[in-house]
């Protein structure tokens, strides 16, 4: 029940924000929220292994206060002498909410799966800060604290929905992790790379970025980037995403009209730690042994409109642990509103 309630406030505040200030063309010193929604059954029909996940991230409009904290933070490093000084660094507060559930691939077994993946849930609040230099560079720090277990509600939220759709309700969350509180504290870094030259009058750019974690949750290294193709690419730094995946941007400024680009992207990621294959970190639990190298491939759409911007990214990512037969393919839906 979790992300339908958490949709329906939702879209109530971005229908009661577009009837108070109108679809006139905001500035880029505004509240932002994005709704954000992956599951395997887009593009796999699966329902497997990371098998939904839903976020909800809401931005502060630039202030100077956290402006002049990240100023200060090593790896915001600041680049103000710029000629354009709207290419100064403006800094957001940041806040989220999300849940990820995680199954076997059979679950239609009661029975504890030893050569497959835990059932397990993970539901977290995010703290952090988001700072953009122009269109030229992005940087988010951001600290989550939550849950993994029976208390995440992932059980709840999935037997919900497949009830309500029809489906075969998986059988085995008795053999799910142990409650357990987590945090993990994130950092991330984009720069994107203007080309002067057009292909077929469009616009394209390239998006390198790096980053990791470190938590009880998640640990890891990551490193990747995504090539653009489209109109007014200088809008954003990419789709939203919701982690462990290519990050890309719930920012994105406002402009009158219709803008789109299609993109794909890579990402190769060193991970030391996932809870959701190694098991509870503090008691015994269900454990798979992991990959230590992960591979992403993504690609999508994305199309804005003034204030809305909605996305569609489909993703392949390499196989996480040893036991794992194949690949897994799913989707995953933003969509985002610039007050």
């Known amino acids: 029940m979790l992300p339908m309630r958490l949709l329906i406030i939702s879209l109530i505040i971005i229908a009661y924000s577009a009837i108070w200030t109108g679809l006139s063309c905001a500035d880029d010193s505004d509240y932002l929220i994005s709704v954000q929604f992956e599951n395997d059954f887009f593009g796999g029909g699966t329902d497997k292994h990371f098998t939904h996940g839903t976020r909800i991230e809401a931005l502060s409009k630039p202030i100077k206060l956290i402006s002049d904290a990240a100023d200060k933070l090593p ?36 029975q504890l799966l030893l050569e497959d993946r835990p059932y397990a849930g993970w539901l977290y609040l995010g703290f952090g800060i988001v700072a953009n230099q122009g269109s030229n560079r992005y940087d988010k720090i951001q600290l989550e604290i939550g849950i993994v277990g029976p208390y995440s509600f992932a059980e709840d939220v999935q037997t919900f929905w497949h009830s309500l759709l029809g489906l075969q309700e998986p059988r085995g969350w008795d053999n799910q992790l142990h409650n357990e509180l987590g945090a993990v504290l994130y950092y991330e870094q984009a720069r994107r790379f203007d080309q002067t030259d057009t292909v077929f009058d469009l616009e394209w750019d390239i998006i390198p ?4 974690c470190i938590g009880t949750v998640f640990t890891y290294a990551v490193g990747g980037f995504i090539v653009r193709l489209g109109s007014h690419l200088d809008e954003d730094f990419g789709p939203p995403r919701i982690r462990p995946s290519l990050p890309g941007s719930t920012y994105f400024r406002p402009r009158k009209g219709f803008s789109w680009y299609f993109f794909a992207g890579l990402e190769g990621k060193a991970v030391l730690r996932n809870i959701f294959l190694d098991g509870n970190t503090f008691t015994d639990s269900h454990s798979v042994d992991k990959k230590l190298f992960v591979g992403d491939l993504q690609a999508g759409v994305s199309v804005q409109w003034d204030r809305f911007r909605i996305s569609y990214t489909q993703i392949f990512r390499t196989r996480e642990f040893e036991q794992q037969d194949r690949a897994d393919i799913f989707g995953s839906l933003s969509l985002s509103y610039h007050f």
């Open 209 to 212: 970025h790096f980053g990791g």
């Open 75 to 110: 790896w915001f490093s600041s680049e103000r002498a710029m000629k354009n000084s709207n290419d100064a660094l403006k800094a957001r507060a940041s806040l989220s909410i999300g849940q990820n559930i995680y199954t076997p691939e059979e679950t239609f077994t009661k």
